[in-house]
């Protein structure tokens, strides 16, 4: 499903779209020459709408959803993230937009090991300067349902709960487009249906932008637009 039009705010204008991008291409050499991970990849994703990114392996999924964050800079073509241009900024100024507008769930969950819970949640806040940081925090993780292990370390806690942690201090910072990697790629059956739960779940309360990558066809169908890459070049929806 395709939505028609982007969300008012309060009455206010309609937003910008949540990315658009353009003839994106990226290139990359290797002792065969140059390869062409990305080629002339075009699309547009609007406020509030779930896509997921589907292929086979090596089509250039985690590439593209790199390019769409600013983590990464295209050969050519262009990426605009919530009306900006990341293609006009420089690595400081692609950090500075991601910290105002991007919450990221990676597979390996990307959690500091000397770091508990609370204070994994706490730490983009504090970046930030929020003042109640703990608070928000620990509210977070409530919603996540862990509670009960606000002071354990990764090592103290099961692959699933991690993610939960990962999930909660993506949403904390209240992002407007949330990228995930494979969320559930890690995890056993059980614990990837409660994580995908819960992933899907805080974000229709938010109203966030989920741009997801998965190889998982049932995680993929929850979203409302899946976009299929193959060899580098987005196929026709």
Do not use: W
């Amino acid at each position: 499903m395709v939505v028609n039009s982007s969300p008012e705010v309060d009455g206010r204008a309609p937003l910008p779209p949540a990315l658009e991008a353009r003839s994106l291409c990226k290139e990359v050499s290797s002792p065969e020459g140059l390869l062409t991970i990305l080629d002339s990849v075009s699309f547009t994703v609007l406020p509030a709408e779930t896509v997921a990114i589907v292929g086979p392996s090596g089509a250039g999924k985690s590439t593209l959803l790199s390019l769409l964050a600013g983590l990464d800079v295209p050969t050519r073509g262009t990426v605009r993230l919530c009306g900006s241009d990341l293609s006009g900024e420089d690595e400081d100024g692609r950090a500075r937009l991601r910290a105002a507008f991007v919450g990221f769930v990676f597979q390996s969950f990307h959690l500091l090991p000397s770091l508990t819970a609370v204070e994994q949640v706490m730490l983009p806040l504090e970046l930030s300067g929020v003042t109640d940081a703990r608070e928000r925090a620990v509210a977070a993780l409530n919603e996540v349902g862990l509670e009960a292990r606000l002071r354990h370390y990764p090592r103290q806690l099961s692959g699933g709960e991690q993610q939960r942690v990962a999930i909660a201090r993506a949403f904390v910072t209240r992002p407007r487009v949330l990228f995930a990697d494979e969320p559930t790629g890690n995890l056993d059956a059980a614990s990837g249906d409660t994580v995908a739960n819960l992933l899907f779940g805080l974000n229709a309360l938010a109203g966030t932008t989920l741009v997801l990558v998965t190889h998982q066809r049932e995680l993929a169908l929850r979203c409302q637009r899946r976009l299929n890459l193959a060899a580098g070049r987005l196929l026709p929806e």
